[in-house]
């Protein structure tokens, strides 16, 4: 077939290879394999890969210096990594036209001080090749709440209005990846709310979004899945449900036989606090496991006074995620 | 864990992005826009308003002295270069504090990251940088220049036999130096790259100046001095050039000759520019360019 099409005349095999290019799934908004970084003598991020898929809300979670930062800005090109591959949209990172649809709010925001609001975004939009109309710049601003603050000069903003006309900066050549990093360290609890129903307006829009955040609670809310970075290494990846997947049940019971403790055993692992009992739940559990648990203490003569689930919130995750990685660190020392 | 190993697919062709160009002139017309807004454009108008005052009136006094009109036009040449080299630092001193901040002063601040996150070259940016901190100084010492010309004419009656030359070999220079401390910029602070450019240039200068004393005084070992300052960093070449374009031809003789003394004299040039020279000054231009742009794409931000 592919010598049919090759031989065939009228430049039927260029459309037939377009065809078949343009029935292919699109590339994901970010994809990076094996990135290595090293500043001298200190490693920043060692193989780390991951993927944010199209219209995808994936979040960077990780403990100060974990190389979040350093992950985003290899993606954006605006790091060159020592060793590995980083794409943007299907094109490589190091190729400036693979930032055309893409919005970027870095930690360390700064506008130029001596433009106005509106100035700034029209600036980006000139070097986004973009074309976006006054109006819809104007919207923009309105959506991060400066409308009233266009026409003046960025020097007068505070931190929290400067972070809010970066994320104007970075949604308003209408992006089709946003990468948003710390976006709400100096914003109120208002302001987050707004950066929360921001993200969640992407993601109806189908626009892929990678959120960096430390507010654990901002990116359980929004995020389709997460990567947990912990010394420059990625420690966790998967969907929320995926990482807290796992549930427990709190048991307060009287007249344990060994029989009925076996049967606890059975389940998942027992822990005693007092009075309580806590099991944990099997991952792939389909809502039988606690039921049948109490029928069978029941039969087995145990007398059953309270049955509380348990969710592990994502915080607690990730705490086990970094405590794991530094006991197990500490025992290959030893 | 969903993250696969194989690398995607090539996607469709991505829109494009700004081109290449419009980048470029983006990027000038933004610089000019913070030269114009920042407090340097201030600065830079009153000390040019405050020289060209102060040679007004130090040219209608001599105007009032009984002077023979040889004697007239060498002083006024004298006068009209140390003004022009009152500019010509001037201009040094307010392009190379503001090349600092516009491309280190980014980078430090973080107003670099959000800019190059767009799809731009990066060496599309720093030529855009470049190009309008050279107009920016270029035309500074251009209008500051013309006016002077234009007092010296008014007060004593005097006009250079080439001003235009004289003007363009300004603003080469001014170039030449900017071009010095995009590249210094690129590498360290704000405040260091500006300081050391200006440091340089002047040290060029004192070099240009002991060299001319060398070869008045036909040593050729104090000579070489100035001339290997010359083709290192071409401002003093270029100004001295400019200088001769100033100056009365008739200058050099009434000072008593170009080995009698006029040659070792800081604000006379006794030869107008070579062609090579010229072309040595572009082909340094756009070396020292080249490596600030290697520099500057090769840059972890």
Same mark, same amino acid.
């Given at each position: 077939?592919?010598?049919?099409?090759?031989?065939?005349?009228?430049?039927?095999?260029?459309?037939?290879?377009?065809?078949?290019?343009?029935?292919?799934?699109?590339?994901?908004?970010?994809?990076?394999?094996?990135?290595?970084?090293?500043?001298?003598?200190?490693?920043?991020?060692?193989?780390?890969?991951?993927?944010? *898929?199209?219209?995808?809300?994936?979040?960077?979670?990780?403990?100060?210096?974990?190389?979040?930062?350093?992950?985003?800005?290899?993606?954006?090109?605006?790091?060159?990594?020592?060793?590995?591959?980083?794409?943007?949209?299907?094109?490589?990172?190091?190729?400036?036209?693979?930032?055309?649809?893409?919005?970027?709010?870095?930690?360390?925001?700064?506008?130029?001080?001596?433009?106005?609001?509106?100035?700034?975004?029209?600036?980006?939009?000139?070097?986004? *090749?973009?074309?976006?109309?006054?109006?819809?710049?104007?919207?923009?601003?309105?959506?991060?709440?400066?409308?009233?603050?266009?026409?003046?000069?960025?020097?007068?903003?505070?931190? *929290?209005?400067?972070?809010?006309?970066?994320?104007?900066?970075?949604?308003?050549?209408?992006?089709?990846?946003?990468?948003?990093?710390?976006?709400?360290?100096?914003?109120?609890?208002?302001?987050?709310?707004?950066?929360?129903?921001?993200?969640?307006?992407?993601?109806?829009?189908?626009?892929?979004?990678?959120?960096?955040?430390?507010?654990?609670?901002?990116?359980?809310?929004?995020?389709?899945?997460?990567?947990?970075?912990?010394r420059g290494r990625v420690a966790a990846s998967g969907t929320l449900a995926e990482l807290l997947g796992?549930?427990?049940?709190?048991?307060?019971?009287?007249?344990?036989?060994?029989?009925?403790?076996?049967?606890?055993?059975?389940?998942?692992?027992?822990?005693?606090?007092?009075?309580?009992?806590?099991?944990?739940?099997?991952?792939?559990?389909? *809502?039988?496991?606690?039921?049948?648990?109490?029928?069978?203490?029941?039969?087995?003569?145990?007398?059953?006074?309270?049955?509380?689930?348990?969710?592990?919130?994502?915080?607690?995750?990730?705490?086990?995620?970094l405590r794991d990685g530094a006991a197990s660190r500490a025992g290959e020392q030893s | 864990m969903t993250?696969?190993?194989?690398?995607?697919?090539?996607?469709?062709?991505?829109?494009?992005?700004?081109?290449?160009?419009?980048?470029? $002139?983006?990027?000038?017309?933004?610089?000019?826009?913070?030269?114009?807004?920042?407090?340097?454009?201030?600065?830079?108008?009153?000390?040019?308003?405050?020289?060209?005052?102060?040679?007004?009136?130090?040219?209608?006094?001599?105007?009032?002295?009984?002077?023979?009109?040889?004697?007239?036009?060498?002083?006024?040449?004298?006068?009209?270069?140390?003004?022009?080299?009152?500019?010509?630092?001037?201009?040094?001193?307010?392009?190379?504090?503001?090349?600092?901040?516009?491309?280190?002063?980014?980078?430090?601040?973080?107003i670099a990251l959000a800019v190059l996150s767009r799809p731009i070259r990066r060496s599309a940016f720093?030529?855009?940088?470049?190009?309008?901190?050279?107009?920016?100084?270029?035309?500074?010492?251009?209008?500051?220049?013309?006016?002077?010309?234009?007092?010296?004419?008014?007060?004593?009656?005097?006009?250079?036999?080439?001003?235009?030359?004289?003007?363009?070999?300004?603003?080469?220079?001014?170039?030449?130096?900017?071009?010095?401390?995009?590249?210094?910029?690129?590498?360290?602070?704000?405040?260091?790259?500006?300081?050391?450019?200006?440091?340089?240039?002047?040290?060029?200068?004192?070099?240009?100046?002991?060299?001319?004393?060398?070869?008045?005084?036909?040593?050729?070992?104090?000579?070489?001095?100035?001339?290997?300052?010359?083709?290192?960093?071409?401002?003093?070449?270029?100004?001295?050039?400019?200088?001769?374009?100033?100056?009365?031809?008739?200058?050099?003789?009434?000072?008593?000759?170009?080995?009698?003394?006029?040659?070792?004299?800081?604000?006379?040039?006794?030869?107008?520019?070579?062609?090579?020279? $010229?072309?040595?000054?572009?082909?340094?231009?756009?070396?020292?360019?080249?490596?600030?742009?290697?520099?500057?794409?090769?840059?972890?931000?």
């Amino acid at each position: 077939m592919a010598t049919d099409s090759l031989t065939a005349p009228d430049g039927a095999a260029l459309r037939a290879a377009s065809e078949l290019v343009s029935a292919l799934p699109p590339a994901p908004a970010a994809w990076c394999s094996g990135l290595h970084k090293r500043y001298r003598k200190r490693t920043a991020v060692e193989d780390v890969s991951l993927q944010v *898929g199209r219209g995808e809300v994936v979040g960077l979670l990780g403990p100060n210096g974990a190389g979040k930062t350093t992950v985003i800005k290899m993606l954006l090109g605006l790091v060159r990594p020592d060793a590995g591959e980083a794409m943007l949209l299907g094109r490589p990172s190091a190729d400036p036209a693979a930032r055309a649809r893409v919005g970027y709010l870095p930690e360390l925001f700064r506008y130029q001080p001596w433009l106005s609001a509106a100035e700034v975004l029209a600036l980006h939009v000139r070097l986004a *090749g973009g074309d976006v109309s006054r109006a819809e710049q104007a919207e923009c601003l309105s959506l991060v709440g400066l409308g009233g603050r266009a026409a003046d000069r960025v020097g007068g903003f505070s931190k *929290g209005m400067q972070q809010r006309l970066g994320l104007a900066v970075a949604l308003v050549a209408r992006p089709e990846f946003v990468v948003l990093d710390e976006p709400t360290s100096a914003l109120d609890p208002l302001g987050r709310a707004d950066v929360r129903d921001i993200v969640l307006e992407l993601r109806t829009r189908g626009v892929a979004v990678l959120l960096n955040s430390h507010l654990i609670g901002e990116v359980e809310r929004v995020c389709d899945r997460v990567v947990v970075l912990d010394r420059g290494r990625v420690a966790a990846s998967g969907t929320l449900a995926e990482l807290l997947g796992q549930r427990e049940l709190r048991l307060q019971l009287t007249g344990l036989t060994p029989a009925a403790q076996q049967r606890l055993a059975a389940t998942g692992r027992v822990d005693t606090d007092g009075a309580w009992l806590t099991v944990a739940v099997p991952a792939d559990d389909d *809502g039988t496991a606690a039921p049948d648990l109490v029928a069978d203490l029941v039969a087995l003569g145990v007398r059953v006074h309270a049955v509380e689930p348990v969710r592990i919130s994502l915080e607690e995750r990730l705490l086990g995620i970094l405590r794991d990685g530094a006991a197990s660190r500490a025992g290959e020392q030893s | 864990m969903t993250t696969s190993d194989t690398r995607p697919a090539p996607d469709r062709p991505a829109p494009p992005g700004a081109s290449t160009l419009r980048t470029v $002139l983006t990027v000038a017309a933004l610089t000019l826009r913070e030269a114009s807004r920042r407090r340097v454009l201030l600065a830079l108008a009153a000390l040019t308003v405050a020289l060209l005052v102060l040679s007004a009136w130090g040219f209608s006094r001599l105007a009032g002295e009984a002077l023979t009109s040889g004697e007239a036009r060498l002083t006024a040449s004298i006068v009209l270069n140390l003004v022009m080299f009152g500019f010509s630092l001037v201009a040094a001193l307010g392009t190379a504090f503001l090349a600092g901040p516009t491309l280190a002063g980014e980078t430090e601040s973080g107003i670099a990251l959000a800019v190059l996150s767009r799809p731009i070259r990066r060496s599309a940016f720093l030529l855009g940088k470049w190009l309008g901190l050279v107009a920016f100084g270029s035309g500074f010492v251009v209008v500051a220049g013309l006016a002077e010309i234009l007092v010296v004419r008014a007060t004593v009656d005097y006009w250079p036999p080439s001003p235009v030359t004289a003007l363009a070999l300004l603003a080469a220079q001014t170039a030449v130096l900017l071009t010095l401390t995009v590249l210094l910029a690129t590498a360290v602070s704000p405040m260091a790259s500006g300081v050391i450019a200006v440091g340089l240039f002047c040290t060029t200068w004192v070099a240009g100046v002991v060299g001319a004393i060398g070869t008045a005084l036909g040593n050729d070992a104090v000579a070489q001095v100035g001339a290997v300052s010359r083709v290192l960093l071409p401002t003093d070449g270029l100004w001295r050039g400019a200088m001769n374009a100033f100056q009365d031809p008739s200058a050099i003789v009434q000072f008593g000759g170009a080995d009698q003394g006029a040659g070792a004299f800081p604000f006379l040039s006794v030869a107008p520019l070579s062609a090579a020279y $010229l072309a040595w000054s572009a082909v340094w231009v756009l070396m020292i360019g080249g490596l600030a742009a290697a520099a500057y794409i090769r840059k972890d931000l």
